[in-house]
Structure formats: structure tokens, C-alpha cells
């Protein structure tokens, strides 16, 4: 899933520098950027998460899954005032950009569905 975010920001950056502009291509990459830092954080934290009701050893402090829930958001917010400030095109590829997890979502659910389909389920 990670490799298809990235895969899939390399690729709509490129399309979108070359159909409508390097500026706005550039504001896509690094959203889509962003969308990729922000989807390992929250992976990492689920996992986390889950390794903390499963097992009943570790304390129940849950301080760094809160710290790196506030980071994502500080992170992606700093980044799109910088860009909004700078640029409306970037700004626009920006958000496109953040939006890339949602298509490769679809792609994996789409390859999951085939291989289903391929073994017979």
C-alpha cells in the first residue's frame, strides 16, 4: 500500500508538471509527499496500538500515539500554509496531492479483488 502511494505521487506529479504546469506539479509531489509521511505515521500507530491490546505487558501510556497523531496534522498544516502563501497553483497540486492514499486504496483493493478472482474465491 505504502509503495503504491509513492509509485502512484511519482507518476501524478509528473502528468500534472507536464499537463498543467512544474509549479503545480511540484505542489502535487509534495502533497502527495505529505499524504505519504502521514499514511507510515498512522500505520505505524494502528500497529502500535493494537500491539498494546494484544499484549498486556506494556504500560498503557499512550503518550507518542497522541504526540505522532498531533505531528501528522502539524506537519501537513505547516506545509500548506507555506505553500498557500507562496503559490495558488502549488496550493491547488497540493491538495490534489494529499489525496493520493485515496487512489491507491482503489488500486489495492482492485489487485486484492483480482487476485481473488484468480484463485477462485
Given at each position: 500500500m505504502l509503495r503504491f502511494v509513492l509509485i502512484l505521487g511519482a507518476v501524478l506529479a509528473l502528468c500534472t508538471a507536464w499537463r498543467v504546469g512544474w509549479i503545480t506539479g511540484l505542489g502535487f509531489a509534495a502533497g502527495?509527499?505529505?499524504?505519504?509521511?502521514?499514511?507510515r505515521s498512522l500505520n505505524k500507530a494502528?500497529?502500535?496500538?493494537?500491539?498494546?491490546?494484544?499484549?498486556?505487558?506494556?504500560?498503557?501510556?499512550?503518550?507518542s500515539l497522541v504526540n505522532g497523531f498531533f505531528l501528522r496534522y502539524l506537519l501537513a498544516g505547516i506545509v500548506a500554509y507555506v505553500i498557500?502563501?507562496?503559490s495558488s497553483q502549488a496550493f491547488r497540486g497540493f491538495l490534489f496531492g494529499l489525496c493520493t492514499p485515496v487512489a491507491a486504496m482503489l488500486m489495492e483493493a482492485g489487485f486484492e479483488a483480482y487476485a481473488a478472482l484468480r484463485r477462485g474465491y
Open positions: 502527495a509527499f505529505v499524504a505519504y509521511l502521514s499514511f494502528v500497529q502500535s496500538l493494537a500491539s498494546r491490546i494484544v499484549d498486556a505487558k506494556q504500560p498503557a501510556s499512550g503518550f498557500f502563501t507562496s
